[in-house]
């Protein structure tokens, strides 16, 4: 059966674990029972899920503790641990491996250097997708360097896609595009800057292709100036030589291709229909993967809801096939009668979201018990934004859209 992946780095509370243990069940209770049978407990992982960074203490807090003894219940699922950060966190999870020794993984695989790589375990996995290896791996990339150290995690993952012959692209959105900031000098932190021009270096070297974008509009409210070379390209004096800025549909041009896309928190879900074609060309635009879009976060608190949604609407009008499912803190872009003061220059997100309902390629819904969960009612205006219950939400994680070819689906959290 074809292997599904997880990948979590940010802090997981019980709401979390628990839709995706809900996914889980639904996907073996459901659609394949046969895996329930103890003559398939030992077969090859059908869900792997990967934990870096905060997510691991969720191994170990008693409030999710309990779920995680639920997933691992179920047949052909494992975790892979970042070993490195549970030694950085002290974090033990002894009782998880007594019980399940072989589904809870606490040992990477070596790298080139000697020294164990968590993300050398992912690049493994992301070899399913297509064979023999991947010839191109998409990294989007949303939060700024030396505040979150998924940016020292950016640069792992990407030289272990380097060390499995892979090309490499990197996509910096919102935040992100401060790691391609010039003159970066910490005095206590790798420095994001110099490893990313040593990223691009390597790959050079080895006859691999890597490029990076950054979105022109997160760029130039963040203060990154460009001017024009004459030739129509955008040139930016403040941004290390790797990094170009470009129009947020240039950078969504690339998802149109066939390839794995990696962030903080993402999925990769495969999708294979009977007769169908295993694997395609990269370059396959044709084949352009699904893509869904969880909206996890207050709507005003930070740019992350609209930031989602924003990258949702450029990928449908690029004839990727979109799904937004507001869930968590989400749902909040749903509530209530929402009324930013006049002058404000704050988009109403309501009012976005009501006007982008109907776009093709585009389809909006709400997890309603995310909803219950708050006591929370949607808004009964947004006649475009479908309820969902964990049913219909694991039916958008595990069945393929009409009419879509490709081998998976990408899954992004915002």
């Given at each position: 059966?074809?292997?599904?992946?997880?990948?979590?780095?940010?802090s997981?509370?019980?709401?979390?674990?628990?839709?995706v243990?809900?996914?889980?069940?639904?996907f073996?209770?459901?659609l394949?029972?046969?895996?329930?049978?103890?003559?398939?407990?030992?077969?090859?992982?059908?869900?792997?899920?990967?934990?870096?960074?905060?997510?691991?203490?969720?191994?170990?807090?008693?409030?999710?503790?309990?779920l995680?003894?639920?997933?691992?219940?179920?047949?052909?699922?494992?975790?892979?641990?970042?070993?490195?950060?549970?030694?950085?966190?002290?974090i033990?999870?002894?009782?998880?491996?007594?019980?399940?020794?072989?589904?809870?993984?606490?040992?990477?695989?070596?790298?080139?250097?000697?020294?164990?790589?968590?993300?050398?375990?992912?690049?493994?996995?992301?070899?399913?997708?297509?064979?023999?290896?991947?010839?191109?791996?998409?990294?989007?990339?949303?939060?700024?360097?030396?505040?979150?150290?998924?940016s020292?995690?950016?640069?792992?993952?990407?030289n272990?896609?380097?060390?499995?012959?892979?090309?490499?692209?990197?996509?910096?959105?919102?935040?992100?595009?401060?790691?391609?900031?010039?003159?970066q000098?910490?005095?206590?932190?790798?420095?994001?800057?110099?490893?990313?021009?040593?990223?691009?270096?390597?790959?050079?070297?080895?006859?691999?292709?890597?490029q990076?974008?950054?979105?022109?509009?997160?760029?130039?409210?963040?203060?990154?100036?460009?001017?024009?070379?004459?030739?129509?390209?955008?040139?930016?004096?403040?941004?290390?030589?790797?990094?170009?800025?470009?129009?947020?549909?240039?950078?969504?041009?690339?998802?149109?291709r066939?390839?794995?896309?990696?962030?903080?928190?993402?999925?990769?879900?495969?999708?294979?229909?009977?007769?169908?074609?295993?694997?395609?060309?990269?370059?396959d635009?044709?084949?352009?993967?699904?893509?869904?879009?969880?909206?996890?976060?207050?709507?005003?608190?930070t740019?992350?809801?609209?930031?989602?949604?924003?990258l949702?609407?450029?990928?449908?009008?690029?004839?990727?096939?979109?799904?937004?499912?507001?869930?968590?803190?989400?749902?909040?872009?749903?509530?209530?009668?929402?009324?930013?003061?006049?002058?404000?220059?704050?988009?109403?997100?309501?009012?976005?979201?009501?006007?982008?309902?109907?776009?093709?390629?585009?389809?909006?819904?709400?997890?309603?018990?995310?909803?219950?969960?708050?006591?929370?009612?949607?808004?009964?205006?947004l006649?475009?934004?479908?309820?969902?219950?964990?049913?219909?939400?694991?039916?958008?994680?595990?069945?393929?859209?009409?009419?879509v070819?490709?081998?998976?689906?990408?899954?992004?959290?915002?």
């Amino acid at each position: 059966m074809s292997s599904h992946f997880f990948l979590f780095n940010e802090s997981m509370n019980s709401e979390r674990l628990g839709w995706v243990e809900q996914c889980l069940k639904f996907f073996f209770i459901k659609l394949h029972p046969e895996n329930l049978l103890h003559s398939t407990k030992n077969r090859q992982a059908v869900f792997t899920l990967f934990l870096s960074g905060d997510a691991l203490h969720s191994l170990h807090n008693p409030e999710t503790l309990s779920l995680w003894e639920v997933i691992l219940s179920l047949p052909c699922v494992t975790i892979v641990c970042d070993s490195q950060e549970l030694a950085l966190r002290g974090i033990s999870v002894e009782r998880l491996r007594m019980k399940n020794p072989d589904q809870v993984i606490i040992h990477n695989s070596l790298a080139l250097n000697g020294r164990p790589s968590f993300w050398k375990d992912v690049m493994k996995l992301a070899r399913q997708h297509e064979q023999p290896v991947p010839s191109l791996v998409g990294f989007l990339h949303l939060t700024s360097p030396y505040m979150n150290r998924s940016s020292a995690a950016l640069l792992e993952g990407m030289n272990a896609a380097l060390e499995i012959h892979a090309s490499v692209d990197l996509y910096c959105y919102l935040d992100g595009v401060h790691v391609g900031h010039d003159g970066q000098k910490p005095t206590e932190f790798e420095n994001i800057g110099e490893g990313l021009e040593a990223v691009f270096e390597k790959a050079a070297k080895r006859g691999l292709s890597c490029q990076m974008l950054a979105c022109a509009r997160c760029a130039a409210a963040r203060g990154y100036s460009t001017w024009d070379d004459g030739k129509g390209t955008a040139i930016s004096s403040c941004t290390i030589k790797p990094i170009k800025i470009r129009n947020l549909n240039e950078i969504i041009d690339q998802f149109r291709r066939n390839h794995i896309i990696l962030s903080d928190n993402c999925a990769s879900i495969q999708l294979k229909k009977e007769g169908m074609q295993a694997t395609f060309s990269v370059l396959d635009r044709e084949r352009s993967p699904p893509l869904t879009i969880l909206i996890t976060r207050h709507p005003y608190g930070t740019e992350s809801a609209f930031g989602g949604l924003s990258l949702a609407l450029a990928a449908a009008a690029h004839g990727v096939p979109t799904q937004v499912i507001f869930i968590e803190d989400g749902i909040y872009a749903l509530t209530g009668t929402q009324i930013p003061d006049a002058g404000s220059p704050l988009f109403n997100m309501q009012e976005v979201i009501d006007a982008i309902s109907g776009t093709d390629n585009l389809q909006l819904f709400c997890f309603t018990p995310s909803l219950q969960k708050r006591g929370m009612t949607k808004n009964q205006k947004l006649t475009g934004v479908l309820n969902i219950s964990i049913s219909e939400f694991g039916n958008l994680l595990f069945y393929s859209p009409n009419g879509v070819a490709a081998n998976h689906q990408r899954v992004i959290l915002f």
